[in-house]
C-alpha cells in the first residue's frame, strides 16, 4: 500500500461511558468489524494510538503498551468507520490474553468531538486466551465509513504490558453492509470537459430499452442543433449497466455548455474545443510542482490556497532529509542528504522505483515530442515553476528536481536506496512543514538501482546538449549502478517493509535490467550494453501486452526508447518493436468496441486493480505511440476515448481529474489537500488524477461502503479511500504524458509530416554557438521556396547568418531562401547556418513551408 488510513484517535474515547446497555431488538447477522481474524497478517484497518505499537503475531494483533499511563484510554487499539444504528442490538465478542493479568475496556462510540460513547465494559485479561462478549443497544446513529468506532482501553498501567486479541466481532444492525455508491450519476454520460473538434465524440446513455432511443444535442441556449438515434448495446459487465451507444460525432460546431439528452434525462455540460485539453497538458504538469519536497511552494506559481512553507529541510518539528541514516536493523554505517525530490503520493515518502518511471515518463515525453512531435509546448517560460527563465524546457527542469532525488539515493557501492519515508505513519491530514517523524532509509535493492542506471542514462542524453557537466555525471552514475545491479542481480526489496510507507517489492527484476540496458546504450552505443538489449527475454517487445506497463513492469520503457532515440539496432528489429505497439494497440481498440464505457484497459485477469487509471493512460500511451508509428488515426481516437473515460464518460459520472468537469474528484488521499478533514486546507488542485476503480476493495472506507460493486463502480470521492482515491506521481506522469500528447494532437500546432526533414548540428561555447542545418526536401514534389521556423528554447540571438534570410521575433527564427537556392528538388538537401549570442538547449521542433519536419 501506498498510504495508511487516517488516525482518528480519540484521546478520552468514551471515558465517560462505562455503562453496559443490553438491547432489546433483534439483530441481524451483519459483521461489523473488518479484518477480526487477522489471518492475512496484517493489522489494517486497526489503528494505535501513541504509546502503543500493533502487530500481528501468530494470527492475533499483539498490542505492545508502553506503562505509565493514567487512565484506560490513554493507550487505544480500534477501528474507525463502524456502522451502528439506534435502536438496534449488537454483539460484540473478542478473544484476548495479555503477558501480565490485567483488566482493559471495550467500548463502542463516536471516534471524533464530542466522543459520544455508547457502551462499553470492563474485562479482566489473564495470560490464558479467553473469549468474552457482551451485548447493549446503540443509542446512536453511524453510516458505513462514518464516525463510529469500536475500541480496546488498554492504558492505566504503571509496567509494560503486550495485550493480544483476535476474532473480534460485532454483529448486529438490520441494515445490509454497504452496496450503494454515494456519488450521484447520470443516465447519459458524457466527456464533462471537451470533445475536440474533427475527432470521434460518443457518449453512453444508462438504459434497459432493447430499441433505440432519440438523442438531442442542445447548446447553451437550450436549443437542439442535432439529434439522432442510439445504438442499444445491452448488458455490460464491467459497469453493471445496461448500455446504448449515442454517436454525435456529425456535430462539429465549436462552442461551450453543450448538453446530450433522451427523454428527460440529460448530461452534465461539456465543451466543443480543444482549449481544455490544452490546458489539461500544463495543470498535470503543475502537480509535480505542488508534490515537491525541500523548497517552499510559492503562491506565485500556484496561488495562495496551495502555497506552503518547505516539508522535510530541518526546520522543527521537521527531522529532516539532509542526513538520513538507514533503518537501525539495516546498520549501514552513513547517512545520505536526500533532500529535494516529490512526494511520492499522499503521504511524504519518497520511492526511487516509483519516482524513477514517473521522471522517465516526463523525461521521455520531452523526448518524443523532440524527435517526431512538437517540443515547443515545453519551451523554457511554458510553465509555471521557478526556472522558467533559466534557458532550460521547462519539462525538463522539472524532470530534474526529481532525478536529482535519484542521484542522491545512490549509496558508495553504486547501488540505490529502495526508498526513504518516515519511520511510522502520520496522521491525515498532516502538513509537511509539520511532519514530527523521523526519516529512514530503506535497504538499497536491484529495481531501485536498475530505476536510477535507466533515468540517469535518459537524462545525460536529454542534457548533452543543455549542461555537458551534469549530462557527464549523470551517465557516470548510471554506468555505475549498472555495475552495481549486474554484481547483485537479486538483492530484492522486502515485502513485509511496510511501516511508515509503502513496500514496493518486485518479485522480477530482468525488465527492469532491459530497460536501463536500453537506456543505456541508446546513450552511449557501448556493445555491452547492446549485447544485454539484444540477449533480453524481453528484446522486440516480447514483453508488451493488453496489461501494460507501470513501476513494476518496466521492460516496454526500453522498447519505446529503442523505438525513439537514434540506435545501432537493425531496422528489422525496430520495426518489429513499432510492429508489436500496433497489434496491441489494435488488441485495445477490438476490446473496446465492445465496452459500455470504451477504455484500454485489461480487466480479464485481476479486476481493475489499485491505480487503475494509471493502467488506463499508460495503455492511451501505447495508442499513441501507434498511431506516431503508423499514422493511422484509429489509434488517435483510442487515445481520446480514454481521456473522455477519465473525464466523465464512466458508470459513475465523474471525472476523475480533479478541477476538470461539473463531477470532479476533490476529496483525494492526501496529507496536506485534505479538506474533507480540515476545512483550513485545500482540495486537490487542477490536473491530479485519482487512483480510480479498484474492486479488490483494499480499505476500509470502500470496504464498509462498496460491497458487491461493479469493477468499474469500486470507487468513491472520500479521502479515507486509499486504495481508490490516492494519488502519485506516476500516475499523474502517465496523465502529463498522454495530455501532451493529445493536445499536441487537438490541433493549432502542424504534425509531423513525410515532406522535410532537418539535421541541426551546433558547436557551442561560453555565450554563443555556430549551428549548421541541413534541410531535406522528403516529399515528392520539388520546392520553388522554401522558409524554415523553429523556436530557441533559450536566450539565444542569431548574430549573423549565411545561405539565408534570417530573422528573429522574441524566441521564434525564420529563414527563407536566398534567390540561388530556392529550388530544392525530392531527395535533395539545402545547406545553411547561423552564428548566436546566448545560450540553452538546442530547437528541437522545425518547420519548413508550415508542415512539421522530423529530425535527423
Sequence with gaps: MRSRPPRLLAAALLAATA???????????????????????????????????????????????????????????????????????????????????????AAAGESVSPYRGIASKQFALTTTTQRFTFTFTSTLDFPDAGNGQVAFQLGGQAADNTICVDNVSLVGGVKPPGGVNPNPTKKVQVDQVAYVPGLPKRATLVSTATTPQTWTLKNSAGTTVSSGQTTPKGADATSGDSVHLIDFSSFDTAGTGYTLSVGADSSFPFDISADPVKKLRYDSLAFFYHQRSGTPIDAQYVGTTYARPAGHVNVAPNQGDNNVPCRADLACGY?????????????????????????????????????????????????????KANGVPDLLDEARWEVDFLLKMQAPDGMAHHKMHDAAWTALPTRPELDDQPRRLSATSTAATLNLAAVAAQAARLWRSIDPAYSAKLLAAARKAYTAAKANPAKLADPNDNVGGGAYDDKTVSDEFYWAASELYATTGD?????????????????????????????????????????????????????????????????????????????????????????????????????????AAKYRDGVFEALHYLLGRNPLSTSYVAGYGDQAVQNVHHRFWAKQNDPTLPIAPPGSISGGPNSALQDPVVQRLLVGCPQQKCWVDDIGAYSVNEVAVNWNSALAWVSGWAAEKAGGKPTPGSDCQVRYDASKWQDGLSAQLSLTNTGTTAWTAWKLAFSFPGNQKVTAGWSANWSQAGRDVTATNMSWNGQVDPGKSVHIGFNASGGGADPNAFTVNGKACKLA
Design 19 to 105: 455503562f453496559t446497555a443490553v438491547g432489546t431488538a433483534e439483530a441481524a447477522d451483519y459483521e461489523r468489524v473488518l479484518n477480526g481474524k487477522f489471518d492475512s497478517g496484517s493489522a489494517d484497518p486497526w489503528w494505535s494510538s501513541a504509546g502503543v505499537t500493533n502487530r500481528v503475531t501468530g494470527g492475533e494483533l499483539c498490542a505492545a503498551v508502553t506503562g505509565g499511563t493514567t487512565n484506560p484510554w490513554d493507550a487505544l487499539i480500534g477501528q474507525n468507520g463502524v456502522p451502528f444504528e439506534s435502536g438496534q442490538s449488537y454483539t460484540f465478542s473478542f478473544d484476548a490474553h495479555a503477558a501480565s493479568a490485567q483488566s482493559v475496556t
Design 335 to 387: 547517512t545520505l542528504d536526500v533532500r529535494g525530490g516529490w512526494y511520492d503520493a499522499g503521504d511524504h515518502g519518497k520511492y526511487v522505483v516509483n519516482g524513477g518511471i514517473a521522471a522517465w515518463q516526463l523525461l521521455n515525453s520531452y523526448e518524443r515530442a523532440s524527435r517526431i512531435g512538437d517540443a515547443s509546448a515545453y519551451r523554457d517560460g511554458s510553465m509555471a515553476i521557478p526556472e
Design 527 to 631: 556493445s555491452a550494453y547492446r549485447t544485454d538489449v539484444t540477449g533480453s527475454q524481453h528484446y522486440k517487445a516480447a514483453s508488451l501486452s493488453r496489461a501494460g506497463f507501470h513501476w513494476g513492469g518496466t521492460a516496454p520503457l526500453g522498447d519505446i526508447t529503442l523505438a525513439l532515440a537514434p540506435n545501432g539496432l537493425p531496422a528489422a528489429d525496430l520495426t518489429a518493436i513499432k510492429a508489436k505497439f500496433a497489434t496491441v494497440a489494435d488488441q485495445h481498440l477490438t476490446a473496446m468496441a465492445q465496452m459500455g464505457y470504451a477504455t484500454p484497459y485489461d480487466n480479464s485477469t485481476d479486476g481493475y486493480v489499485w491505480g487503475s487509471n494509471s493502467g488506463v493512460l499508460n495503455n492511451a500511451q501505447v495508442l499513441a505511440l501507434a498511431h506516431d508509428f503508423t499514422g
